[in-house]
């Protein structure tokens, strides 16, 4: 073994200053997946909460966030959440809705078109009944749901601007009933599919689009396997955080408030940061080579879902009472 040179000592030394302020393991560690990419508003916001619970509680819990589909798919990891595997996650509401079917109420096409909507209803009545609603299938989630956003068509092909233009188009949709539904309805050809292969399923030419928030194809790269971006804003969803409710049950009080109070405010800051990209993302498409259309007439759109009785349908499955929450601030769609 080499001696310790007046060198050695001094490198030694000043790796003894780099070390972290809790070089002690922390009491309480949990993991956290997000599907997302470590660029995406969602993940950077995420880390900067998992940083803020171990500053605050003086190292006592350390919370790694896994991003980029690191432990598994989306539903494959929400699975975990439940039964503890994992103890925190971000979901879309399109998603949560596999086990808690309200989730797919404020995702209903053409029904909340603004964020002033949005944000009534999501920290107003119609959220608390959908985070009720996730409560009863085994989930914790925080009181502030993320802006994922609302969604637009890409395309490989052509451009998606008409009811015509979607006639046997080929895209990929999430697996979520809702959206695939839609696109039936729509007289088009969803194939369900996990986000972990669309982009492989693009570039091969297995679908010819899909359809997704615009900050979602910028940070996953879909620009390089698509030409076409058409501004349907057909549908909006966000991002629960969710929490495995015996880990969040064994925790201190302190650490509850902290947990919650640190990722309501990632949620906060989220929705910012999304807010301020939608412009900026747009010119870097268009930098990429994209071509975005101008948005189209989204009143033939919606004609089309309500001939094919899908509202009627989807009022039919997520019942009465809950449809008039989500009609009270959409107004009428049936």
């Known amino acids: 073994m080499p001696g310790l040179t007046r060198r050695r ?5 000043g790796a003894s200053i780099l070390l972290p302020r809790y070089a002690h393991a922390a009491e309480i560690t949990w993991k956290f997946t997000s599907s997302q990419a470590a660029v995406h ?15 605050k509680s003086g190292g ?16 494959d990891t929400f699975t975990q959440v439940r039964i503890g595997g994992v103890h925190m996650m971000v979901l879309s509401n399109l998603l949560t809705a596999t086990s808690a ?14 964020y002033d909507a949005i944000w009534r209803a999501m920290d107003g009545k119609l959220g608390q009944l959908l985070r009720a609603d996730l409560e009863k299938a085994g989930y ?21 601007n008409t009811v015509a233009d979607m006639q046997g188009f080929k895209l990929r949709a999430p697996p979520s009933p809702l ?41 996953n790269r879909l620009f390089e396997v698509q030409k076409y971006l058409s501004l349907t804003s057909h549908v909006w969803d966000g991002w629960y955080t969710l929490i495995n409710p015996k880990a969040f049950g ?11 109070d640190s990722f309501n405010q990632a949620g906060i800051d989220e929705r910012k940061d999304v807010a301020g990209l939608i412009e900026q993302t747009k010119t870097f498409l268009t930098e990429k080579g994209m071509t975005i259309s101008t948005p189209p007439d989204l009143a033939p759109f919606q004609q089309k879902l309500k001939d094919a009785g899908f509202y009627k349908e989807w009022k039919d499955k997520l019942g009465a009472d809950a449809w008039a929450r989500l009609e009270d601030i959409a107004g009428a769609l049936v």
């Open 9 to 13: 000592v001094g490198i030694l030394a």
């Open 41 to 55: 508003p969602s993940t950077v916001r995420y880390m900067e909460a998992a940083e803020r619970v171990k500053q």
């Open 60 to 75: 006592r819990m350390e919370i790694t966030v896994f991003h980029s589909g690191q432990l598994g798919t989306d539903l």
């Open 101 to 114: 079917p309200l989730g797919s109420l404020p995702s209903i096409p053409f029904a909340l078109k603004t």
């Open 140 to 160: 914790m989630t925080t009181d502030k749901i993320l802006d994922s956003g609302f969604h637009m068509i890409t395309s490989g092909t052509k451009p998606i």
């Open 179 to 219: 959206i695939v539904s839609t696109w039936r309805a729509m007289g088009a050809a969803p194939t369900p599919m996990n986000f972990s292969e669309l982009y492989t399923a693009l570039q091969t030419g297995v679908v010819e689009g899909q359809e997704g928030p615009i900050v979602f194809i910028k940070s």
């Open 250 to 260: 064994k925790l201190p009080k302190d650490l509850q408030d902290l947990v919650m």
